[in-house]
Nanobody, 126 residues
Framework: QTLPVESGGGSVSAGGSLRLTCTAS??????MGWFRQAPGKEREGVAS????????YVSDSVKGRFTISQDFARTTVFLQMDNMQPEDTAMYYC?????????????????????WGQGTQVTVSP
């Protein structure tokens, strides 16, 4: 199994936008997730997507600002981040898991994912 590969991180001012990209091998029962981890904090689930039909989950902490989506070929997952705030500063990770659809789009937790990317740094300045 190849590991997911993230890209698109960088620095942005508050109110700005970034789009993260994750490439991975996926199958019909694949759940892809985005997580973030700030220094000294636990890894936090941000969003997830059920690759078979594109159904999604977005955590309350970013709802209305972040959007998860996939490409037509189902090999790439995106995290569009708008109206970013300094508290969004973190290392962002893409992860892949195999689970049931209702678990994938019910929440996003570390335990549900088996393969992790190296992460991409996102920094938001005030």
């Amino acid at each position: 199994q190849t590991l997911p590969v993230e890209s698109g991180g960088g620095s942005v001012s508050a109110g700005g936008s970034l789009r993260l990209t994750c490439t991975a091998s996926t199958y019909d029962n694949t759940c892809m997730g985005w997580f973030r981890q700030a220094p000294g904090k636990e890894r936090e689930g941000v969003a997830s997507i059920w690759m078979r039909d594109g159904s999604t989950y977005v955590s309350d902490s970013v709802k209305g600002r972040f959007t998860i989506s996939q490409d037509f070929a189902r090999t790439t997952v995106f995290l569009q981040m708008d109206n970013m705030q300094p508290e969004d500063t973190a290392m962002y990770y893409c992860a892949r898991g195999s689970t049931l659809r209702h678990l994938c789009i019910g929440t996003v937790v570390v335990a549900g994912f088996d393969y992790w990317g190296q992460g991409t740094q996102v920094t938001v300045s005030p």
